[in-house]
T-cell receptor, first 117, second 110 residues
Framework: DTAVSQTPKYLVTQMGNDKSIKCEQN?????MYWYKQDSKKFLKIMFS???????INETVPNRFSPKSPDKAHLNLHINSLELGDSAVYFC????????????????FGPGTRLLVL | DAKTTQPTSMDCAEGRAANLPCNHS???????VYWYRQIHSQGPQYIIH???NNETNEMASLIITEDRKSSTLILPHATLRDTAVYYC???????????FGAGTQVVVTP
């Protein structure tokens, strides 16, 4: 009964490859997010989708393309992987803005550890 | 969004209350205070949030000063499992754009 799940948990790949990370939530939330945590442990938001529509794009390179087939899924596709893409990627979900601070109450997945060689 | 200042690290004895301070002197009237924690190698975990009033849930209590320029997260009876990095974040309730800082590394010792 995992609330937010991600696959794969670990991803090791060569520079230049294309890879995807999948995220699913069973909380019935309308909003989903992707965060990146680099080697210095800083956690930064990358994207946010509300009901399958992109609402936040934090100047992420075009090589990163999120796709939301439905409200419960938000996948992250990365083209032409670079060494600097090595990080832990977290998916999260929440209710959208509805007062009471709901959108900031986010539930995170376990993370996908990406290593680019 | 306003920024926060937290101590880099704190130690706490198991069974004692842990009081984690956070300064957010530039907070605006519509910004909430959120607390998250991240246990090693896990995803961040929501703890509690508040706007003006003090809040309490099964995990912790949040005390916000009257001028809202600072807050304290209280873990009433710290356990070894509470060892984690704790993040204090201020944000409007607008599309959930949370900006995580460096947080406070809390180590609970036996």
């Amino acid at each position: 009964d995992t609330a937010v799940s991600q696959t794969p948990k670990y991803l090791v790949t060569q520079m230049g490859n294309d890879k995807s990370i999948k995220c699913e939530q069973n909380l019935g939330h309308d909003t989903m997010y992707w965060y990146k945590q680099d080697s210095k442990k800083f956690l930064k938001i990358m994207f946010s989708y509300n009901n399958k529509e992109l609402i936040i794009n934090e100047t992420v390179p075009n090589r990163f393309s999120p796709k939301s087939p439905d409200k419960a899924h938000l996948n992250l596709h990365i083209n032409s992987l670079e060494l600097g893409d090595s990080a832990v990627y977290f998916c999260a979900s929440s209710q959208p803005w509805a007062g009471q601070g709901a959108s900031g109450t986010q539930y995170f997945g376990p993370g996908t550890r990406l290593l680019v060689l | 969004d306003a920024k926060t200042t937290q101590p880099t690290s704190m130690d706490c004895a198991e069974g004692r209350a842990a009081n984690l301070p956070c300064n957010h002197s530039t907070i605006s009237g519509n910004e909430y205070v959120y607390w998250y924690r991240q246990i090693h190698s896990q995803g961040p975990q929501y703890i509690i949030h508040g706007l003006k009033n003090n809040e309490t849930n099964e995990m912790a209590s949040l005390i916000i000063t009257e001028d809202r320029k600072s807050s304290t997260l209280i873990l009433p009876h710290a356990t070894l499992r509470d060892t984690a990095v704790y993040y204090c974040i201020v944000s409007t309730d607008s599309w959930g754009k949370l900006q995580f800082g460096a947080g406070t590394q809390v180590v609970v010792t036996p």
